[in-house]
């Protein structure tokens, strides 16, 4: 789950909530892989912050038997979705309907970027796109490209073929796009 979800989950409840936590694969391990919870239920007993600037936020649990446990935002990666008595279902209903992660390369990119910045502003292109991955890889028209502000300031490829549209971020992809060719 995304860490603000997380956190605005955290910061909506009231001590005593009852709440329904799945992990994924569920169960939750600590960074040295030592095994914390058990999806379940919990009830809320308060919250608390990490050490350091910027702290996590931290739930403090307690299970049916009566143990207490921590999760929070630095388990985010770990949490498919929570849900307050009652309430409505917060994150992912199943592991499929995560968005999936890419690696990345900085490297290549920085190429990529390159490759695609003359794209920016224009529509109607052919381009070649050379990918590990299916969808992305092959001849493609281009029906929009634009710069995102940011650290990355990557190049966002809406590309379209045989009646498919799909997206191609410069450095989202950059772990399995290997080139951008304009076709001329």
Same mark, same amino acid.
């Given at each position: 789950?995304?860490?603000?979800?997380?956190?605005? #989950?955290?910061?909506?409840?009231? *001590?005593?909530?009852?709440?329904?936590?799945? #992990?994924i694969g569920d169960?939750?391990?600590?960074?040295?892989?030592?095994?914390?919870? %058990?999806?379940?239920?919990?009830?809320?007993?308060? $919250?608390? =912050?990490? =050490?350091?600037?910027?702290?996590?936020?931290?739930?403090?649990?307690?299970?049916?038997?009566?143990?207490?446990?921590?999760?929070?935002?630095?388990?985010?990666?770990?949490?498919?979705?929570?849900?307050?008595?009652?309430? %409505?279902?917060?994150?992912?209903?199943?592991?499929?309907?995560m968005p999936i %992660?890419? *690696?990345?390369? %900085?490297?290549?990119?920085?190429?990529?970027?390159?490759?695609?910045?003359?794209?920016?502003?224009?529509?109607?292109?052919?381009?070649?796109?050379?990918?590990?991955? *299916?969808?992305?890889?092959?001849? #493609?028209?281009? $029906?929009?490209?634009? $710069?995102? =502000?940011?650290?990355?300031?990557?190049?966002?490829?809406?590309?379209?073929?045989?009646?498919?549209?799909?997206?191609l971020w410069t450095?989202?992809?950059?772990?399995?796009?290997?080139?951008?060719?304009?076709?001329?």
């Amino acid at each position: 789950m995304d860490k603000n979800t997380v956190r605005s #989950f955290i910061n909506s409840l009231a *001590p005593g909530s009852s709440i329904v936590v799945n #992990f994924i694969g569920d169960s939750l391990t600590d960074s040295r892989g030592v095994h914390v919870a %058990e999806s379940g239920t919990f009830t809320f007993n308060r $919250q608390s =912050r990490g =050490r350091g600037k910027g702290g996590s936020l931290i739930m403090h649990l307690v299970n049916a038997s009566g143990t207490e446990i921590h999760v929070g935002t630095s388990h985010s990666d770990n949490i498919l979705n929570m849900k307050v008595a009652g309430g %409505e279902l917060v994150g992912y209903a199943n592991v499929a309907d995560m968005p999936i %992660e890419y *690696p990345k390369n %900085e490297q290549n990119a920085a190429m990529l970027k390159r490759a695609a910045t003359p794209l920016v502003g224009t529509t109607g292109l052919r381009v070649k796109v050379t990918s590990s991955l *299916p969808h992305l890889n092959g001849v #493609f028209t281009v $029906q929009h490209a634009s $710069q995102l =502000r940011g650290r990355n300031g990557q190049i966002v490829l809406t590309l379209s073929s045989d009646n498919q549209t799909h997206q191609l971020w410069t450095y989202r992809h950059s772990g399995v796009v290997t080139s951008i060719e304009t076709l001329s």
